[in-house]
Every structure is written in C-alpha cells, then in structure tokens.
C-alpha cells in the first residue's frame, strides 16, 4: 500500500467513531444506562472480531507480546466509557469537542517519546482544526452556562485515553496480523470494561435482547473497524499525522447529530466542519511549498 492508502484508512476509522455518539444518544432515549450501551458494544464488537479471526490469517505470538496487546487496549474501553459518561449531560456535537482535544495529545506524544517535533503543516492544522471544533461544536451558538461542567470532566479524561490508544496501537504488536491484532485490543477494551462494570444486563433476558440492535452497531463501529484500521495505518503514519486524521470523527458526529438526531446544527457549526476538513488536508501535506506557478512567475520576471 501506498502512503496515502494507509492515511486513507485511519481517515475512515475516525469516520467510524464518529458515528458513536448518535447511536448511543439513541440509546439512551431508548432507556438504556450508559453500563449496558457500554457493554453490549464491547461484548458484541469482541465476539465478532474474535469471529473474523479465526477464518483469517494469524501469527503465533508470545504471552507476553498478546498481553502487551492485550494490555494497549484498555485505553479504548477506558474512552467509550468516559466518552458516553459524558453523552449523559451533553449533547452529542458538544461532547465530541471535548473529546477532540486528542489531536494536541496526540501531537505532543508524537514529540516526547518518538523526538518528532511538529511540522510547520502540522501545527497549521492543529490550530485549524481546532478553531473549527470550536465552531462545529456550537460554542458561539450555546449558552455557556448550558454546559455540563461534569460532561466536559469526563470527555477531557476520554481524549487522554484517546490519545494513548492511537499512540500504542501504532507502536505495539507490529509484527501481529491486523485482524488478530484488533481482536486482541477488543478483549483489552471488553476486559476493562467489565471489570469497572460488570455486564449484569447479561442475565436479564428483556434488556440483553433489546440492547442487542444498538450493541450490534456500536461494536461493529466502536471495537471492530476503529482498531482494524488503526492497526492497519497507524504503523505507517504516526500517532502526530494519525490523530490529524482521525479528526474526520467530529464532521460525521455533527453531520449524523444533525440528520438523524435533528439536533440545531447552525451555519457557524457547518463553517467548522468545513475548517475541520481543510486541516486534515493541510495536515497531509509534507511541508508548505510555494504553488509551481508562483515559482515559474518569478523565474520568467529575472
């Protein structure tokens, strides 16, 4: 694959994040607790990841290398559980920017364990980026009292976790068959889950079968595609570039809060989408060059 392919990848694994946050609002309407919608994601992304695997291609690993695996996962249980705590109070375009916040995470890790400091491109994006969640999220538009201080709590805390999950899925298990790789971080993630909530709605048949069409959603686009992806990717581009990438998550969670939650989605807000997308792009770029036009311009003029 070429450079731009893996990028492509984790791109569209921030695509799939971004879907979350409706459905679990869907959920919740529907009179699920935030411990169920957890659980049956992590329960029901696991089982199918772990079936998928075994009809594909695996390595032999050591126990210790499948439990560092294992071990990279939990940030990501740790994150749908901060993630969707914070779902509870706000509403799902608000809580994302708190979330969004792993793009500077990210960033900063990039620099302090691997010594990578930030391209000029990559700090233009970053502020760009974050001067559109800004608006996307619809600060300028809400009341600042109408913020859940506890929301923002706990959002903040899942974009440290955030961070820490792209940053070890692209540093840990490279050698692992990217299948076999995220059905390991799937039981990390469904580990820690449990074991902070233990999966009760298990054993009441009512709530496990109704819970069961949104856990099928949220674990094929919570625990199964996000891991795949990144393991796929980020080995390639980085944890600095891929959390640029992965901000594709805010744009889908605004336009779906949007459409499918009819939840008031101003100008300003569709402004910050657009801010959003343009430093993804000027993330990619390696490095800002003059246009070639310019360049012949000033060829012809001496």
């Known amino acids: 694959m070429k450079t731009w392919h893996y990028a492509l990848v984790v791109f569209i694994g921030g695509c799939c994040l971004g879907i979350l946050s409706t459905f679990v609002k869907l959920a919740y309407a529907a009179g699920y607790s935030m411990v169920e919608v957890t659980g049956s994601q992590v329960l029901f992304g696991t089982l199918i990841i772990w079936m998928v695997t075994i009809f594909s291609k695996k ?3 050591s126990f210790l290398e499948t439990f560092k695996i294992i ?31 792993f793009i500077w ?19 233009v994006s970053i502020v760009i980026l974050l001067s559109g969640s800004i608006l996307a999220a619809g600060l300028f538009v ?26 070890l899925s692209g540093s840990i298990g490279k050698n692992v068959p990217s299948i076999q790789k995220s059905a390991l971080l799937s039981t990390g993630a469904m580990t820690v889950t449990f074991l902070l909530f233990p999966p009760v709605f298990l054993f009441d048949l009512s709530t496990l079968t ?52 009819s939840e008031d989605v101003s100008l300003l807000q569709w402004t910050g989408v657009a801010l959003i997308l343009g430093g993804i792009i000027i993330g990619n770029t390696k490095k800002m060059k003059v246009p070639v036009i310019f360049k012949v311009q000033s060829k012809q003029r001496i």
């Open 210 to 261: 109704g819970i069961t069409p949104h856990g099928l959603i949220l674990g094929i686009f919570g625990v199964v595609l996000p891991p795949l992806f990144f393991s796929i990717g980020m080995p390639h581009v980085g944890p600095g570039l891929g959390t640029i990438l992965a901000a594709s998550e805010l744009p889908v969670a605004v336009t779906m809060s949007a459409f499918v939650l």
């Open 71 to 101: 071990l990279a996962g939990t940030p990501m249980g740790l994150t749908g559980l901060l993630y969707y705590q914070s779902l509870q109070t706000l509403d799902a375009s608000l809580a994302i920017i708190f979330l969004f916040q």
């Open 105 to 123: 995470i990210g960033i900063l890790i990039e620099w302090v364990f691997y010594k990578k400091r930030p391209s000029s491109s990559k700090v």
């Open 142 to 167: 809400e009341s600042i009292k109408a913020v859940s201080w506890q929301g923002a709590f706990f959002g903040i805390l899942s974009a440290f976790t955030f961070s820490l999950f792209i940053f």
């Open 59 to 61: 390595k032999k690993t």
